[in-house]
């Protein structure tokens, strides 16, 4: 085979991010020296970002199935039956370093991949939600960067017609030089009309959709499988361009085409574009591909085989179709003014091989870019090490509280606390008629088209937890969703995640991967909520801020549940005065590494609240059993702020206020008001009696907290009495985002 490229030297190989064992291995598997097309591939290829090596010996303990599961891990999304011939289909990934170079560009590409990971199987995309995570809102950059996000998440998600219903943002020191932007969506498909992506039949065309290829994007994902240094700026032709109209006009193109029989498989171009998706394709399907670049729709003049198979230009997919059926599929295509053209087919090779200009530029074998990639079992040190390295300060000497509602007002001002309004407002979460709830209750709720059914979809981690204790922090996080998803009444069934840590070559954070994938995994299997799809992303922190910052680890938890009947929905604001309002669950009092403890106090010390797998998942049955009752008016469920900002979001969502008592046998007003205890539930009744009975029955502490009315929050103890109005907690609670973004 003619070599035309330049020479391999150990220079070249090191700038494709390989090390000197794994090119060894790459000589190996070809019996000779690759040229540059070959090497790119294989960069990609084995980049942390597509191999996973890091990672894989892990995932694989994870539980990935249940009799409602259709598809888990290993296809562009996962898949569960929802009842009546229908299936949700929903992901979570990562765009976390183009977004730090170019938060517009990164962030709406990012909404457009994980977009086409759910259509490409199938589904109509039917809600986008998000997980973003900042640093210092007094950091330089900052606000940049949270403006750029969130306009290009709103700019890409609103034009393709998708609604954004739910998502959370936090902000951390430790995000400083390296933020995290984690997209998923979730969509509804026919059950017996699935697409996979496993290329089969000899001789079937391969053919590429969708808009040109172009320059950008290349070597993106061998960026994001290495950390940032002082010259991150200079990664800006890494970031893809998107274009939400085109992806419009390719999910409506792609249905249409699913509609005939054409389709044998189908493949988005993301990460490591056309190269992931036709060597994907093609080792699924245990056969070989053969390439014409000379055929491949391009943009720019001049462009190499290099540069067609690693550029991650947005908005394009790759399908084999069943012979005879191209002209059909053209068709299809020209009408949504989308590009189209036949540039392979499937061989039974068992090889990748491109020719260009009529010579052969690339033969690889298949196994070893794909199924045989490097798998490391890297290091990590043990439990009592890692505590050591993270000198997380003992809780000791803990305070209390002289005011609660003063506390309670400090709390509900701070960034992670404060209303999201100024983010959620820029996306349109009504398109399509369906959005139920949106952005500020526990679940966003999204009703499946023409029937009663509903989809409830949250998305959570605590990071701080998880730096503290990985294994409780792994498992709260899959808690949290589920807390979150039974709070409005739904079925939690399975959930997606997007795995986000620093260096896996660093044991103490290896040992944050393991302990937070240990954590998760126990929780899913104890509350039967398999794990269906999901996305890593390592690497995660920055030389540029001195020091090495890492992020915190960050294990975000997209889960997906079902309400048979939306009018059966809770939610979270009190409805009327008079009201009872009752606590259901688990105790109060852990004050470690609670919101209060950093806000009011300045410590992030003590470990984080254990979490009980069996009360939680007690506890959640019986709340979602209460609300299809009809017993309940509101329910929310406790997380970060404790009880107090609990109530107060009760109150604000309702616009009522409420007076309670703290029970006489509670010590510490601190704890009760402010602990961020696990698996409880604030609920309000008309009928006190019988929650309170329904609770004993159960097996599960409820205290009668007091009830609603007024426009004012009264706590009261035994020697204390504080109040706040609803309005003063309100205008704290608004004034963060509008005064940040406002000078």
Same mark, same amino acid.
């Given at each position: ?105 990164? =962030? $709406? *590409? &990012? @909404? /457009?991949?994980?977009?086409?990971? #759910?259509?490409?199987?199938?589904? !109509? ?72 992506? =496993? $290329? *089969? &039949? @000899? /001789?079937?065309?391969?053919?590429? #959709?969708?808009?040109?290829?172009? !320059? ?528």
């Amino acid at each position: 085979m003619p070599n035309t490229t330049p020479e391999i030297t150990p220079d070249v190989v090191e700038a494709h991010g390989l090390n000197p064992e794994e090119y060894e291995r790459v000589l190996s598997a070809l019996g000779r020296e690759p040229n540059l097309v070959e090497l790119g591939i294989f960069s990609v290829m084995w980049s942390e970002h597509c191999s996973y090596k890091s990672s894989r010996v892990h995932l694989k303990k994870l539980p990935t199935e249940a009799p409602w599961v259709i598809c888990g891990p290993g296809e562009n999304a996962g898949v569960i039956d929802i009842g009546d011939g229908q299936a949700a289909i929903f992901k979570m990934e990562s765009h976390n370093h183009p977004s730090y170079i170019e938060p517009y560009q990164g =962030a $709406a *590409t &990012g @909404v /457009g991949g994980i977009l086409r990971d #759910v259509f490409t199987m199938g589904a !109509r995309p039917v809600a986008n939600l998000n997980a973003l995570r900042f640093g210092r809102p007094e950091h330089p950059k900052m606000k940049h960067l949270v403006q750029g996000v969130v306009a290009g998440i709103g700019g890409y998600g609103n034009c393709v017609g998708v609604p954004t219903v739910g998502g959370e943002t936090n902000f951390h020191q430790a995000y400083d030089g390296n933020i995290l932007v984690n997209a998923m969506t979730v969509g509804v498909a026919d059950a017996d009309k699935i697409f996979y992506s =496993a $290329a *089969t &039949g @000899v /001789g079937n065309p391969i053919v590429y #959709v969708g808009s040109k290829t172009g !320059r950008d994007g290349i070597h993106g994902a061998t960026m994001a499988s290495a950390d940032f240094d002082e010259n991150s700026d200079e990664k800006r032709p890494t970031v893809q361009v998107g274009d939400p109209f085109t992806e419009k006009l390719l999910i409506e193109a792609c249905l249409e085409l699913m509609a005939t029989d054409a389709i044998v498989a189908i493949q988005d171009m993301g990460a490591a574009g056309l190269t992931s998706s036709s060597v994907e394709m093609a080792s699924k399907g245990g056969a070989g591909i053969r390439l014409d670049m000379d055929q491949v729709p391009c943009r720019e003049d001049g462009m190499t085989p290099y540069e067609m198979m690693l550029s991650e230009s947005q908005e394009r997919m790759l399908m084999v179709l069943k012979p005879g059926k191209e002209a059909m599929a053209e068709a299809v295509f020209r009408k949504w003014e989308l590009d189209f053209a036949v540039i392979g087919e499937v061989t039974d090779t068992g090889r990748m091989q491109l020719t260009f200009g009529g010579e052969t530029v690339c033969d690889i074998p298949l196994g070893p870019l794909a199924d045989d990639a490097p798998e490391y079992e890297r290091p990590w040190v043990d439990h009592a090490t890692y505590h050591d390295w993270a000198a997380v300060p003992l809780l000791e000497d803990v305070p209390d509280t002289g005011d609660v509602a003063a506390d309670l007002l400090r709390l509900m001002a701070c960034p992670d606390l404060a209303s999201r309004r100024w983010i959620w407002e820029q996306y349109d979460s009504q398109v399509g008629a369906d959005t139920l709830q949106k952005s500020g209750g526990d679940a966003a709720v999204v009703r499946v088209h023409g029937t009663k059914k509903a989809l409830a979809m949250s998305t959570d981690c605590s990071p701080r937890y998880c730096y503290a204790d990985p294994h409780e922090g792994g498992k709260q996080a899959v808690a949290e969703t589920w807390r979150n998803i039974c709070a409005v009444g739904a079925t939690p069934l399975a959930i997606t995640n997007c795995l986000n840590f620093a260096n896996p070559q660093r044991p103490e954070i290896m040992a944050q991967i393991v302990g937070c994938l240990q954590g998760m995994g126990e929780a899913c299997r104890a509350l039967d909520y398999p794990i269906v799809s999901g996305n890593v992303s390592l690497y995660n922190e920055s030389k540029a801020t001195g020091g090495g910052s890492a992020i915190l680890p960050t294990p975000a938890i997209g889960g997906v549940g079902l309400l048979d009947d939306h009018e059966t929905m809770a939610t979270i604001g009190f409805k009327a005065p008079g009201e009872a309002i009752v606590l259901i669950g688990g105790e109060s009092g852990h004050l470690g590494q609670t919101l209060w403890l950093r806000e009011i106090h300045g410590q992030e010390a003590g470990m984080p609240p254990p979490v009980g797998l069996d009360l939680e998942r007690q506890a959640g049955e019986h709340v979602r059993k209460l609300i299809a009752s009809g017993l309940l008016t509101a329910v929310h469920d406790c997380s970060d702020g404790g009880l107090a900002v609990t109530l107060a979001e009760m109150a604000l969502a309702g616009g009522i206020g409420c007076a309670v008592a703290m029970p006489e046998d509670r010590e510490s007003a601190a704890a009760f008001w402010f602990g961020e205890d696990q698996a409880r539930y604030v609920v309000t009744t008309r009928d006190l009696a019988a929650v309170l009975d329904d609770a004993e029955h159960a097996g599960l502490a409820a205290i009668a907290l007091g009830e609603t009315g007024g426009d004012v929050l009264v706590f009261r103890s035994d020697s204390a009495e504080s109040s706040v109005e609803v309005v003063a907690l309100r205008q704290a609670n608004e004034a963060f985002f509008k005064d940040w973004m406002d000078t």
